[in-house]
């Protein structure tokens, strides 16, 4: 049984042991949401190119890192029905996965901002020009990839490949994948979240 408060810094056990503890809770209660994440993977062409991915490892538990990677990339960031269903079709406990994407550093859990923006940066959505769309909202937002604005409306990412190729360049609001994005339309459709606050 993997027991990850072990791999926290000593000098820090009560730190590690809250952690655990708060995770094992929201694992418990997170297992509830099962079949509307499930149904939600359904019509995301997102997660059938993830489940691929796992698939290719066959499953392996061992293969948790990369396939954390991949996701992602996939998405922008880890978010918790995302955990979730890589736990439920590894058939790892949610506890383990959530607590591997909070241990490194190198993966970003669902952000804090209210609205989220993800920009894919993959090759053929950057070659058609999503460099100039990130740009643009951050320009427009006044902060750089991977940030909130400091009132916590709109967090900024990237990814790599949402297999969306055929309509780059995409971008992901609030979890809706829009085709052929322009500098233009990126910034209207973040304008109201940055205005307004809705
Ligand atoms: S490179 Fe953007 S969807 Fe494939």
Not at 54 to 65: E, N, V
Request: proline share 4%; glycine share 6%; with cysteine.
């Amino acid at each position: 049984m993997w027991d990850w408060g072990e791999h926290l810094a000593t000098d820090d056990e009560h730190h590690a042991l809250t952690l655990k503890r708060m995770i094992a809770s929201l694992s418990s209660r997170k297992q509830t949401r099962l079949p509307q994440v499930l149904e939600h993977a359904s019509g995301d062409k997102r997660f059938k190119i993830l489940e691929a991915h796992m698939k290719k490892h066959q499953f392996k538990h061992d293969a948790l890192i990369e396939i954390l990677h991949k996701a992602q990339e996939l998405f922008g960031y880890l978010e918790d029905d995302l955990l979730l269903f890589i736990a439920y079709k590894l058939k790892l406990p949610a506890s383990r996965v959530y607590g591997v994407a909070t241990f490194y550093h190198f993966f970003t859990l669902k952000p804090k901002g209210r609205h989220t923006c993800v920009v894919c940066m993959g090759t053929a959505c950057y070659v058609r020009g999503a460099d100039k769309v990130l740009a643009s909202v951050e320009a427009s937002a006044r902060i750089k990839a991977g940030e909130t604005t400091p009132d916590n409306e709109l967090s900024l990412l990237t990814a790599r490949c949402i297999g969306a190729c055929g309509i780059a360049p995409a971008v992901v609001y609030d979890g809706a994948v829009t085709p052929r994005q322009t500098p233009e339309a990126a910034v209207e459709r973040v304008k109201g979240w940055i205005d307004h606050g809705h």
